[in-house]
């Protein structure tokens, strides 16, 4: 039997979209050739990626306004780079909400003025902070809705007029939110869309084309754009298990039905946080992460029993990342309720075998 996989990312797939991946990995399209031996300008292929872009746009709400998709590659990481690279001029304006934030201000200060609008840092970014300024000179300001490694996420997004870029690699196409607010969304496809490879970035056209450096064709948006994300070779197969996520999204009914499946999912999780004596959230209640949620036990000695009996009940991937220890349970949109089920039972039954 299937694991159930807490993994943080790479993350849980569909299993029917694991299913008609690896069919396609022998025989695509019923071509008699396999999808990754065919090339990506094929008239298969090419609809492959023609759909998936259009399937991105459409799950957001983002048709017909102006955004473009793209199927980019070297992760959520070479566009902390390329975010900077294609939009800052002079002043850019950051909120450091943890790892993944901090990462990206490295990058961008090599480009122009960066002013860090508020961080949470003093408090190993267990909360989102709030209350901050935008300078309304800024170039953009740039955000990460869900801070994966501690498990906190942005609820609201600030009013501004200034570009607003969000890295989105951890929750996008989880929930609900206004879209149409943000000029540039990125992320990684390994959280909630796809096999690691494929970088999905959503873009409003009109914000391009404003620096005055020369930007190398590859960190070059508008390039891409103009090419279709096939100005080179694009990762086919990420970009046709990320088309097959966000078709299986589409027949469930899109975002509005799975933000309520990752609703239900992250109650029944952080009620057993909170009502069993023997665990705890590690983060401000309201800032919790309905994709990663992050826990510790009260007694460290019972780490050994737990780990084994989470283990014994066939549950993978909720040890916390290297730098905050603990747990951490991933429950992006594959992940079923009843997996999130399985976990909170061994949690009663760890209380029980104490009493
Ligand atoms: C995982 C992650 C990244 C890094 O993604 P890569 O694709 O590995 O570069 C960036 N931002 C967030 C929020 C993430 O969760």
Not at 65 to 81: I, M, R
Not at 215 to 222: A, R
Not at 234 to 251: C, E, G, I, N, R
């Amino acid at each position: 039997m299937k694991k159930h996989n807490f993994s943080a990312g790479p993350c849980i797939l569909p299993q029917e979209v694991l299913q008609q991946a690896s069919a396609a990995i022998i025989n695509f399209n019923n071509d008699d050739l396999s999808l990754i031996e065919i090339s990506h300008r094929s008239n298969s292929f090419v609809a492959v990626m023609e759909k998936a872009r259009n399937l991105a746009l459409e799950l957001l709400g983002l048709e017909n306004k102006g955004y473009k998709a793209l199927f980019l590659q070297g992760g959520a990481s070479l566009e902390f780079l390329m975010v900077a690279y294609n939009l800052l001029n002079k002043k850019a304006a950051y909120l450091n909400t943890g790892t993944w934030a901090d990462k990206a201000i490295i990058e961008a200060k090599h480009f122009g003025k960066l002013v860090e609008v508020a961080s949470s840092k003093d408090k190993k970014y267990n909360y989102i902070p709030k209350g901050y300024e935008i300078p309304t000179d800024a170039d953009y300001f740039h955000c990460t809705s869900n801070n994966t490694v501690a498990g906190t996420q942005m609820k609201e997004f600030p009013e501004t007029n200034v570009s607003l870029v969000c890295d989105m690699s951890s929750d996008i196409f989880s929930r609900q939110l206004d879209f149409s607010k943000f000029d540039l969304i990125y992320a990684g496809a390994q959280k909630n869309m796809g096999p690691a490879g494929a970088t999905l970035v959503i873009i409003k056209e009109d914000i391009l084309g404003k620096v005055e450096r020369h930007i190398p064709s590859m960190l070059d948006y508008q390039i891409h754009i103009d090419k279709d994300s096939m100005y080179n070779t694009p990762s086919v197969f990420a970009v046709y298990v990320s088309m097959l996520t966000l078709q299986w999204l589409k027949d469930l009914g899109g975002i509005p039905f799975i933000e309520e499946v990752n609703n239900k999912k992250a109650a029944l999780l952080y009620t057993e946080i909170d009502r069993n004596p023997l665990f705890k959230g590690i983060v401000a209640r309201e800032d919790r992460s309905t994709m990663n949620a992050t826990f510790v036990l009260t007694d460290k000695s019972l780490k050994d029993t737990f780990d084994k009996m989470w283990t014994e009940a066939g549950i993978s991937g909720i040890n916390g990342h290297r730098s905050v220890g603990g747990y951490r349970a991933s429950m992006y949109n594959a992940l079923p309720l009843y997996s999130v089920q399985t976990l909170v039972d061994v949690m009663k039954a760890l209380e029980r075998a104490q009493a």
